[in-house]
């Protein structure tokens, strides 16, 4: 549906809640004390949702448009791309191929007209479509964050190929950098955590790219230089590709064709900015 026609994502969100009470509510092994609390969760969902005002009271800007679009994106093929090629890898393997879709296949690719429909809407100019453009940017760097984050968690071992330990030496001898204050990993990774060094590095340019959306949106200029930032989808590719091949070489391959396959099918999924 049109962004501007659907329902408000507030009343989205609550009906969702709504859903998976009435889901857990059917459950078999439910307990008494659990479906009461169910039972009064959903009493609240379904309150709030009542006095809720199912209109919108003011029209919305293209850039309102362009994060409804996007919220969307996240609640449903964000995950649902990387579910659905594994299930192409299933299908395929159970027809005697053992080979995965290459995560470079293009097999789905996603467009938006949001921003930059020229049909006559007044309201779409050149710096809308910027701001659409740098926006789309700012919400695609802080989805990817949160995987690379859940990733550093996941790829915590030690060993690794001669071509990874290199860029692992690389990065380590470079002048130590301002600290950002992440929540996790925030001090710095010792060599023995290989993969931890890679996509550390990948997370504070991840980081600097939303950073500068943010501030280019909110004063038209950063501080942030663009060479510390993702500008190509090869930038943010390349040590992904590292880390898998570098497990696949040490025996790793089943942990290669985990999180890290799904997040490098996303990346070719969705680039820098979710959609084209």
């Known amino acids: 549906a049109h962004p501007t026609q659907s329902v408000r994502r507030s009343l989205l969100h609550k009906h969702a809640r709504i859903r998976n009470s009435l889901a857990q509510l059917c459950a078999r092994d439910i307990t008494p004390l659990s479906e009461q609390e169910l039972d009064e969760s959903l009493q609240r ?31 449903t093929i964000w995950k649902g791309v990387p579910k659905f090629l594994r299930r192409v890898d299933t299908a395929l393997k159970n027809i005697g191929i053992n080979e995965r879709v290459p995560y470079n296949a293009p097999l789905i690719q996603f467009s ?58 690389k990065l380590q001898s470079k002048p130590k950098r301002d600290a950002k204050h992440y929540v996790e990993f925030w001090q710095q990774i010792p060599p023995s955590e290989p993969y931890r060094v890679i996509l550390a590095d990948v997370r504070d340019k991840l980081y600097n790219t939303r950073e500068r959306a943010c501030q280019l949106l909110s004063n038209g200029a950063s501080d942030i230089p663009e060479e510390a930032t993702l500008t190509h989808v090869y930038q943010f590719l390349e040590p992904l590709e590292l880390c898998y091949r570098s497990l696949c070489d040490c025996g790793d391959r089943s942990v290669a064709d985990g999180s890290l396959l799904d997040l490098m099918r996303q990346v070719t999924t969705f680039g820098l900015c979710l959609v084209r």
């Open 112 to 169: 938006s007209w949001m921003g930059g429909d020229r049909d006559g809407n007044p309201r779409v100019t050149a710096e809308v479509t910027k701001d659409v453009c740098v926006l789309a940017r700012m919400m695609a760097a802080d989805l990817y964050f949160s995987q690379i984050e859940d990733l550093m968690f996941e790829l915590s071992m030690w060993r690794c190929n001669d071509e990874l330990r290199v860029r692992v030496d």
């Open 45 to 75: 969902e379904i309150q709030a949702a009542f006095c809720t005002d199912d209109i919108r009271r003011f029209q919305p800007t293209p850039q309102d448009e362009m994060r409804a679009g996007m919220s969307y994106i996240y609640d």
